[in-house]
Each structure stands twice: as C-alpha cells, then as structure tokens.
C-alpha cells in the first residue's frame, strides 16, 4: 500500500528553527510537495521537490532523498503566524497525490 | 501568482437539496482539476479528478451520481452536491493544475464549507 508518515504534532518556539519530517512508501515517485493549511482554510503551497537535495525559499526549506523516501520542510525564524498544520503529498506513478495526514505545529512565545 | 476562485465559501442548505460549488481558475487554464473533501481532523481526501470536455474520474467510494462534476471550460469546473444529507456536511475544497503539466504545483481554491440541517 501507500504511506506517508509525519508527526502528527510539534512545539517550537518563536525564532527558533523546526525540522518536520516527511517519510513515504509510494508505487512510484513524481515529486513531493509540502503545503501549509491554517485552521478552516484551504492549504496554501510552499515547495515542491523532484530531484534531490535542498531547496531554499525565504524562511522555508525543503529538502528531498529519493534512495530514503524522505524530505523535510525547514522552518527558520519561527513567527507566530507559522503556527498551522503542514501537509506533505506524494505524487505517485499515476499521477495521484498522496497525502500525509499532516503536521500540526504549534509555535510558542 | 494563479489564483483559483471558489464559490460559494459557506452554504447551509436542507437535507434532500442540491448545492453547486463553483471553482475558476482565473489567471490560467486548467486542462485538470481536483476536488477534495476534508472531513475535521482529517486529511484532504480526494473525490474526483475532472478533466475538461470528458467525464470524471471518480476515487473509490465516491457516488458518480451524488457528485456531480462538470468541467465544460479550461477555466471552469462545478460539483454538485445531490439530495444532500448531513452526513455530506464537509469542507470542499478544488485545485487546479495549469496547463503546463503534471509537475506544476496544485492551486487551490479558498474551499466551501457545507452544512447539511
């Protein structure tokens, strides 16, 4: 079957740096996406990722290992508008999204 | 950037009417687009894909005949809730992917958020 794991929930503080994880097990692999969802609102895209490595927007990073079925979005400078669920999607040999069930972070003072 | 329209935002409407949410993409073409439905605490799930000019692709457990999709324009896709009963009640959300390809990132709409009484 296909799978995508993420934390269900992390605390940061504001300024601070945060790491989300994102593992997948997909029939194949035709790039990943993260995107941000604030609660009662539709989610907004940050980054998509097809070949490996880093990619740097702003304060969000995004970074993708297709041998390990991995990626994780970077969060530098933490605001508290940064506080939401962070959502990773796989898009799979059909061209189908996966999605994980999301990442709820919650940013402290 | 692309921007994707959704109407209405929030709708309540009786149990056994019918509802059409609207979903435009305005500043390009959508040869593609996606409507999800997010129940709370859950993920997005995907209902249907709606390709322009040919019918839906309809995902596994979703009533052909309740949702109706209708994709008549590369701008322009409608879902239509059928004989809708409370437990429709959900978040409905489309997305769209510009005509470049599969690789462009999905816009999505603002969503519209149903309540079936």
């Known amino acids: 079957g296909q799978n995508i794991d993420q934390p269900t929930e992390m605390t940061a503080t504001e300024g601070a740096i945060v790491q989300i994880n994102c593992t997948y097990q997909t029939s194949g692999f035709n790039g990943l996406f993260w995107y941000q969802q604030h609660a009662g609102e539709a989610p907004t895209f940050l980054s998509y990722n097809v070949l490996d490595g880093l990619e740097e927007k702003g304060r969000f990073s995004s970074f993708l290992s297709r041998s390990k079925g991995y990626s994780y979005l970077l969060l530098k400078e933490l605001q508290m508008k940064d506080s939401a669920s962070y959502l990773c999607?796989?898009?799979?040999?059909?061209?189908?999204?996966?999605w994980g069930a999301g990442t709820k972070l919650i940013i402290k003072p | 950037g692309a921007v994707v329209s959704q109407h209405p935002s929030r709708v309540i409407c009786k149990s056994g009417t019918s509802v059409k949410i609207e979903c435009r993409s305005l500043?390009?073409?959508?040869?593609?687009m996606f409507w999800y439905r997010q129940f709370p605490k859950q993920s997005l799930m995907l209902m249907a894909t709606s390709n322009e000019g040919s019918k839906a692709t309809y995902e596994q457990g979703v009533e052909k005949d309740k949702f109706l999709i209708n994709h008549a324009s590369l701008t322009l896709s409608t879902l239509t809730v059928t004989s809708a009963h409370p437990e429709d009640s959900s978040f409905y959300i489309c997305s769209a992917r510009d005509i470049g390809g599969e690789f462009s990132p999905l816009h999505f709409g603002n969503g519209t958020r149903l309540t079936v009484t």
């Open positions: 500043d390009f073409q959508a040869t593609t």
């Open positions: 999607a796989v898009v799979d040999s059909n061209y189908q999204l996966i």
